[in-house]
């Protein structure tokens, strides 16, 4: 897993992703899941790229159940841009780069203005 992207549980979940003031990009993920297999190398490259201005995690939904549920998690991977405490957007299933990249670009920018 790239530097840049934290793995996180329900335990420290409101800390890092919450409270963050940075768009924190949520990847929630299990082990047994090919698709997030393949969709982890995209995150990780985009995290790299991107370190500056947005932070990057994973959640394993079988490790913490209690945040995967809050947030209706019914079927991964899932992708989950947060920004000031709140959902701004939401992936389902392995998205290309660009489609992440996008997302990002969209509420990051607007966060600027």
Known sequence: MSEQVI?????????????????VLVDFWAAWCAPCRVLAPR??????????????????VD???????????????????????EEKERLIGVATEEEISRAIDKHVSAALN
């Open 63 to 85: 490790d913490s159940p209690t945040v995967a549920q809050r947030y209706g998690i019914r079927g991964i991977p899932t992708l989950i841009l947060f920004q000031d405490g």
């Open 7 to 23: 793995e996180i549980s329900d335990g420290n979940f409101e800390k890092f992703v919450l409270q963050s003031k940075t768009p």
């Open 43 to 60: 995150v990780e490259a985009i995290a790299e790229k991107r370190a500056k201005s947005a932070r990057f995690a994973k959640l394993n």
